[in-house]
């Protein structure tokens, strides 16, 4: 690592500076008096919380709570179901780590390659390009899953152009569109939100603007180091305490307003949006990925007569309470099968299987009890 680097990184990681945004906190929520709840929608945030004890820090009248942020939890089983079919069937399934070990409503691609599909771990969609380009007398598919973060690399594959042998079953998500109907539910009773940065990046804040225009709720774009994440606690409480609430940007070395105007228009010119849906959780408006007309030769699910289930609820294994987890309505500690029959290593449900789950993360880190709350 580079001194700049490493010297950055020891900012952000300062206990006193942490220490002395703990204090403006702890004061501004005295002021505030009420009970404020702050939703983040990102894996990388919740590992940052739970790691640093940013939790522990907090006033009584403060919560954070883990939204809808990881990639695999989300996935719906269908989509595994599908691509777990495939892989049997004879196709070549490439796909990521975690991903290969998220369960359908059956069994994961894990258990596929057991029962001798060939499934492959790649670290992008250009190594499934590459691949399938190495071997012209196979089937290859791409499981395609994510956010707004890893597509655009799949767009500029697919406008490069890519081997008639490779297919794609997209299920990607996208982010603002989740976070939105969130910011627009009062079921939750969310006051305020921690925006992911990694998304952020890409999509900048501009479309969540339409969301905040409808809910009014503060809304802070932040970084992943301890300081970034009470920067965006303390920007809240300072937006909630003088009535003033608007979206704000913590994360200013990586995000802007417009965001990544290129990678946005390689999307635009690949992908339309659609409803999606959120594994155990709900149909969100406009959250969906779907491949142009133009494209759609290289879409799985015309190409292998796949049932579009994209708008169907599916299921998680029995008992569990995965979809109360992702949305933030239940800490890991509340599911019956956490640390019992599912751990990291035997996970049961997706929220256990990713290093950006919830269940994971806390599993991790050795957590059997529900976090603070403060008193709806």
């Not at 990639?71 to 004879?90: H, Q, R, S």
């Not at 307003?257 to 990678?263: H, M, Q, T, Y």
């Not at 594994?279 to 494209?295: N, S, Y």
């Not at 751990?343 to 256990?352: E, N, R, S, T």
Request: glycine share 8%; with cysteine.
């Amino acid at each position: 690592m580079s001194e700049e680097y490493l010297s950055l990184l020891k900012y952000y990681r300062d206990p006193k500076l942490a220490k002395a945004i703990k204090i403006k906190i702890d004061e501004l929520s005295r002021k505030i008096e009420e009970n404020v709840m702050i939703m983040h929608v990102c894996g990388s945030h919740e590992w940052t919380i739970t790691h640093y004890g940013i939790r522990t820090l907090l006033p009584d009248n403060i919560e954070v709570r883990a939204g809808p942020g990881c990639p695999v939890c989300i996935t719906p089983a269908t989509d595994i179901d599908d691509a777990v079919k495939l892989a049997l069937d004879g196709v070549v399934i490439t796909t990521y780590g975690d991903m290969s070990r998220a369960r359908g409503t059956k069994m994961s691609l894990q258990d596929a390659k057991a029962l001798g599909g060939d499934v492959r771990i790649i670290y992008g969609v250009q190594d499934a390009v590459k691949m399938a380009r190495k071997e012209p007398e196979k089937e290859f598919l791409f499981f395609a899953v994510g956010m707004d973060t890893t597509a655009p690399a799949t767009a500029f594959e697919l406008l490069k152009g890519v081997p008639k042998n490779l297919s794609f079953l997209v299920s990607y998500r996208y982010t603002p569109a989740i976070q939105g109907s969130v910011m627009e539910s009062n079921v939750l009773g969310i006051d305020a939100f921690i925006s992911a940065g990694h998304s952020a990046t890409i999509t900048g804040l501009k479309p969540y603007y339409e969301y905040f225009l409808r809910s009014k709720k503060p809304m802070v774009a932040t970084g992943f180091e301890p300081i970034d994440v009470l920067m965006a606690i303390y920007m809240i409480l300072k937006q909630i305490d003088e009535g003033r609430p608007k979206i704000e940007n913590e994360y200013t070395r990586s995000v802007t307003w417009e965001g990544n105007v290129k990678a946005q228009e390689v999307m635009e010119k690949v992908f339309d949006l659609e409803d999606g849906y959120v594994r155990g959780v709900a149909i969100f408006p406009k959250a969906g990925f779907r491949l142009k007309d133009e494209f759609r030769k290289y879409d799985a699910r015309e190409q292998y007569g796949l049932k579009d289930r994209s708008k169907t609820a599916d299921e998680y294994v029995a008992g569990a309470r995965c979809g109360e987890v992702v949305m933030g309505l239940i800490d890991p500690p509340e599911c019956p099968l956490y640390m019992k029959t599912c751990k990291p290593d035997d996970p049961k449900g997706a929220p256990m299987v990713s290093q950006e789950g919830t269940c994971w993360i806390w599993a991790m880190h050795k957590i059997v009890n529900v976090a603070p709350r403060c008193k709806r």
